[in-house]
Every structure is written in structure tokens, then in C-alpha cells.
């Protein structure tokens, strides 16, 4: 059974990195699924893409974003993480890991699992 489950901070200052991290299991993230990614869901608006890795470690990033995204992977736990720098109260959101075979969905549809979400909200 594949299962993916988000942790992260809970609340982030202004200006610092939030990082919050997918675990997954029943499932390789070097050999299953072509992306792993991070969707957002800001309070009273849609799903956000904001990322995604593949198999092999690459990666790619919502444009707007792509200057203060960053994805990495430890393959010896399983987990893939996402890094967000200075942030802003505008990146408080339901932070979620997805898998898939879809590039940049923003709709549930495009994705076969999801986490639950991990709330992260940007205050000082």
C-alpha cells in the first residue's frame, strides 16, 4: 500500500525557509512513479503545482517560484523535501506530496496518491 505522509514546521517566520518533507512507503521514490511533487492550498483558493522531482532526481519548478524553490531527496529514508525561502504570509498554505504521471497538475485528478497535507502558516 503506498502511502505518503507531509511533516513541516507548523509556523514560519517572515523571510526564513520553510522545509517540509514527504516520507513514503510502499514504494521506492528512485524507482516508481515518474514525478514526486508539492501542491499548495492557500486558505479560500485552489491547488497550487509547485514542483516536482522524478525518479532519477531531476527537477523542476513552478516558473514564478523557480528562484526560491528548491527539492531534494534522501533516498536512504525515503523522503523528498521541499525548501521555500523568504517567505511571506502569501505562502501560508496546506503544504502537500502527490505521485503520479502527470508534469505540474494542479487538480487532485492528477495524481494516483496523495498525502493528507501538513499546514504551514507564515507569521511572525
Known amino acids: 500500500q503506498v502511502q505518503l505522509q507531509e511533516s513541516g514546521p507548523g509556523l514560519v517566520k517572515p523571510s526564513q525557509t520553510l522545509s517540509v518533507t514527504c516520507t513514503v512507503s510502499?514504494?521506492?521514490?528512485?524507482?516508481?512513479?515518474?514525478?514526486w511533487s508539492w501542491i499548495r492550498q492557500p486558505p479560500g483558493k485552489e491547488l497550487e503545482w509547485l514542483g516536482a522531482?522524478?525518479?532519477?532526481?531531476?527537477?523542476w519548478y513552478k516558473p514564478s517560484l523557480k528562484g526560491r524553490t528548491s527539492i531534494s531527496r534522501d533516498t536512504s529514508k525515503n523522503q523528498f523535501t521541499l525548501q521555500l525561502s523568504s517567505v511571506t504570509a502569501e505562502d501560508t498554505a496546506v503544504y502537500y506530496c502527490?505521485?503520479?504521471?502527470?508534469?505540474?497538475?494542479?487538480?487532485?485528478?492528477?495524481?494516483?496518491?496523495w498525502g493528507q497535507g501538513t499546514q504551514v502558516t507564515v507569521s511572525s
Open positions: 522531482m522524478n525518479s532519477g532526481g531531476s527537477t
Open positions: 510502499g514504494v521506492s521514490i528512485t524507482s516508481d512513479y515518474p514525478y
Open positions: 502527490a505521485s503520479g504521471t502527470v508534469l505540474g497538475g494542479s487538480t487532485r485528478s492528477s495524481y494516483d496518491y
